[in-house]
């Protein structure tokens, strides 16, 4: 049974600062990759979408990167704005189109 | 990106009755919807997938006389929450797959049982 892991839980930075987030799964067999968004009481916009194939994926701040062997994700954030605290989560895929596994999210903070 | 559309974002019912909460694709076909189930501060727990035209699947533990799902067309799937008591309270969230493979998510609807 697939198990996702993000760690930190949660994660507190001054502005500015850069965001490096962490999610890990147990097995590797994956067909993507998604981060997600969440602000309080909403539902998830997605980030970024990271194929198995691929390595990493990039938006604007954020950046994917993702190590399918060892079974692991890393979202960075640039420059991190107030504005950007939220919870990520990250979840996989076993199949294209298929239910998604999540993790259990890292809540971020960050401070003016 | 995909929109994916979510009614009604919150409702406050009393116990014993029953609530209807509806997820639309509002620019695509899913022929496929998930439903999750949110506790607070906890991740997403998938409940079932909504099949279009046949029966949904349930998750291990869900109840699936307590929390019935239609999907009658392309383009709608309804999570009805039946006989509803404070424990069912939480934020359901309803999800379906693009082109891509990608999975796009409704607003959330949360639920509280009075």
């Known amino acids: 049974k697939q198990e996702v892991t993000q760690i930190p839980a949660a994660l507190s930075v001054p502005e500015g600062e850069n965001l490096v987030l962490n999610c890990s799964f147990t097995d590797s067999a994956i067909y993507n990759l998604q981060w997600f968004r969440q602000d309080p009481g909403k539902g998830l916009t997605s980030l970024l979408l990271i194929q198995s194939s691929q390595r990493e994926q990039t938006s604007g701040r954020l950046n994917a990167s993702l190590d399918k062997s060892s079974g692991r994700s890393t979202l960075y954030i640039a420059a991190s704005q107030p504005g950007d605290s939220a919870t990520y989560l990250c979840?996989?895929?076993?199949?294209?189109?298929?239910?998604?596994?999540f993790g259990g999210g890292t809540r971020v903070l960050v401070k003016p | 990106g995909a929109v994916v559309s979510q009614h009604p974002s919150w409702v406050i019912c009393k116990s014993g009755t029953s609530v209807k909460i509806e997820c639309r694709s509002l620019d695509f076909q899913a022929t496929t919807m998930f439903w999750y189930r949110q506790f607070p501060k906890k991740s997403l727990m998938l409940m079932a997938t909504?099949?279009?035209?046949?029966?949904?699947?349930?998750e291990q533990g869900v109840e699936k006389d307590k929390f019935l799902i239609n999907h009658a067309s392309l383009t709608l799937s309804t999570l009805t929450v039946t006989s509803a008591h404070p424990e069912d309270s939480s934020f359901y969230i309803c999800?379906?797959?693009?082109?891509?493979?990608?999975?796009?998510f409704g607003e959330g609807s949360r639920l509280t049982v009075l």
């Open positions: 909504s099949n279009e035209g046949s029966k949904a699947t349930y």
């Open positions: 999800s379906a797959p693009w082109d891509t493979g990608e999975l796009f």
């Open positions: 979840a996989v895929s076993k199949a294209a189109g298929n239910k998604l596994t």
